[in-house]
C-alpha cells in the first residue's frame, strides 16, 4: 500500500471514530475532556486527507494546514487529560510554544529550504512530545481518579510513543532520498502505518478510560447511597435496620468461633423532660452529642454504634466478654459526665446521663440473635427500675 493510499485510509477511520465518540458523547454520559479527544480526532482525520492530496491542492493546505492539523491531535490529547483529570498542567504555555515553533519550520522547511525530511523529522518529534506527556499524565493522574490504572491506554500512548519517534529515527538516519509517495524502503510505510495503528488505539482507550469513570463513578454513588441508607439521618451513626443485619451476620460468625459478643444497650435519662425544657432543637443536638461518644467508644472497626429507636442506642462489640463490655460503658458514662450537658429537670442530677444495659452471650446453633437484644434490654429496664444513671449487667 503506497503512502497517499495509506494516509486516507488512515483518514477514514479516524473519522468514522470521530463519528462514533460524537454519538457517544451525546448517547451517555462524558467528562470534560472528551471534547478535546473527539476534535482532535477529526483533525488528524482531515490533516491526513489533507497531506494525502498534495500535488492536487496547493501546498499551503497539504503541506501546512494538513500537518497543523495532524499534530494538534496529541497536543489535544494532552488538553484532554487535563481537562478530565482536572490539573493545572505546567507545561501548558510550553506546549503553545512547541507548536509556534513547529509552523514556523514548517513554514521554512515548506518554502524557504523545502525538505521533506525535515518536516518529517519536527512532526515526528513534535508528536512525540505530546504523546510522552500524555503517558506521563495516566501512569501518575488516573490510578488517582479511576483507583485503578488504565493499562490499556498506558500500552496504546506508549506504542504511540514509539511509533512517533521510531519515524523520525528512520527518516533521520535514511540513506535514500525520502519522498511523499515513492519510497523505496518499506520501514518509511512501516512507520506511518505504526502512528497510523498506535492513534487508532489510543481513541477506542480513550473511549474505554471514559466508560470506566463513568462504571467508577457510578459505583462510587451506589456505595453513597447505600451507606446513607444505614445511616441515621439526625446523628449520623449506623440505624437500626443495618444494626440488625450487622447483629445477624455476627451471631453466624460467633456460633462458628464459639467467642463471647456483647450488646451495650443506651437510654438517656429523663429525655421527655429535657425537650419539654429545652424544646426539640436542644433535644436533637443532646442527641448527636451521645451520638459522638458513643462512636468514639467503639473504636474498633468491627464495633457497631447504632440509634436504636428515639434516645435509645446500642453498641454491638464482637469478641467482648462482660468485662470489657463494662470498661466501655464505664468509659462513655465518664465521657458523657465530662460533657455537662445541662438538665436542670432531670429527676437524677443536673446534666444529661445515661442508663446503660449490657448483655454478653456465647452463641451457639440454638441461640437467636434477638436473645442478646432481649437481655440488654432487661438490664437497661432494670438500671431504671433502680434509679437511673446505672450500669447493668445481664445474671
Not at 504555555?93 to 522547511?109: A, D, G, H, M
Not at 512517533?164 to 512501516?190: C, D, G, M
Request: one cysteine or more; aromatic letters at 10%; charged letters at 15%.
Amino acid at each position: 500500500m503506497d503512502m497517499r493510499t495509506m494516509l486516507q485510509v488512515g483518514a477514514m477511520v479516524c473519522l468514522t471514530l470521530a463519528i462514533l465518540m460524537t454519538y457517544y458523547s451525546f448517547a451517555r454520559k462524558t467528562y470534560p475532556g472528551f471534547q478535546h479527544w473527539t476534535i482532535g480526532i477529526v483533525n488528524i482525520g482531515v490533516g491526513a486527507v489533507l497531506v494525502s492530496l498534495r500535488k492536487f491542492l496547493p501546498d499551503f493546505i497539504t503541506i501546512i494546514i494538513g500537518n497543523l492539523l495532524v499534530v494538534t491531535m496529541p497536543f489535544l490529547l494532552v488538553c484532554g487529560l487535563n481537562s478530565f483529570l482536572n490539573l493545572k498542567w505546567k507545561l501548558t504555555k510550553i506546549n503553545l510554544y512547541v507548536l509556534s515553533f513547529f509552523l514556523l519550520t514548517f513554514l521554512w522547511w515548506t518554502y524557504i529550504t523545502p525538505d521533506l525530511s525535515s518536516r518529517i523529522v519536527v512532526l515526528s518529534l513534535t508528536m512525540t512530545f505530546f504523546f510522552v506527556q500524555a503517558l506521563y499524565i495516566v501512569l501518575n493522574h488516573v490510578p488517582l481518579i479511576l483507583g485503578k490504572q488504565e493499562w490499556s491506554l498506558v500500552v496504546a500512548l506508549a506504542m504511540s510513543t514509539f511509533a512517533s519517534a521510531f519515524r523520525a529515527i528512520i527518516t533521520q538516519l535514511s540513506i535514500n532520498k525520502v519522498e511523499f509517495i515513492n519510497n523505496a524502503e518499506a520501514i518509511h510505510s512501516t512507520g506511518l502505518l505504526l502512528i497510523i495503528l498506535s492513534v487508532i488505539s489510543s481513541t477506542l482507550s480513550i473511549l474505554i478510560l471514559n466508560s470506566h469513570r463513568m462504571e467508577n463513578d457510578l459505583k462510587k454513588a451506589n456505595i453513597k447511597i447505600e451507606k446513607l441508607a444505614n445511616l441515621d439521618e439526625l446523628s449520623s451513626i449506623f440505624n437500626r435496620r443495618y444494626f440488625n443485619n450487622k447483629l445477624k451476620q455476627e451471631f453466624k460468625r460467633h456460633q462458628r468461633t464459639s467467642s463471647p459478643i456483647s450488646l451495650i444497650m443506651l437510654d438517656i435519662d429523663c429525655f421527655k423532660l429535657y425537650n419539654d425544657t429545652y424544646g426539640h432543637l436542644c433535644g436533637d443536638e443532646c442527641i448527636k452529642s451521645v451520638a459522638e461518644i458513643l462512636n468514639k467508644a467503639g473504636a474498633r472497626p468491627s464495633d457497631i454504634t447504632a440509634r436504636y429507636g428515639g434516645e435509645e442506642f446500642v453498641l454491638l462489640l464482637p469478641e467482648t466478654d462482660s468485662n470489657g463490655a463494662y470498661i466501655i460503658a464505664e468509659r462513655i458514662q465518664e465521657k458523657l459526665k465530662n460533657k455537662s450537658i445541662p438538665h436542670k429537670t432531670s429527676t437524677v442530677t443536673d446534666i444529661v446521663t445515661l442508663t446503660i444495659g449490657i448483655s454478653t452471650i456465647i452463641p451457639t446453633k440454638a441461640t437467636p440473635p434477638e436473645m442478646l437484644i432481649r437481655y440488654a434490654d432487661q438490664s437497661l429496664y432494670e438500671g431504671k427500675r433502680k434509679g437511673k444513671n446505672q450500669i447493668q449487667i445481664f445474671q
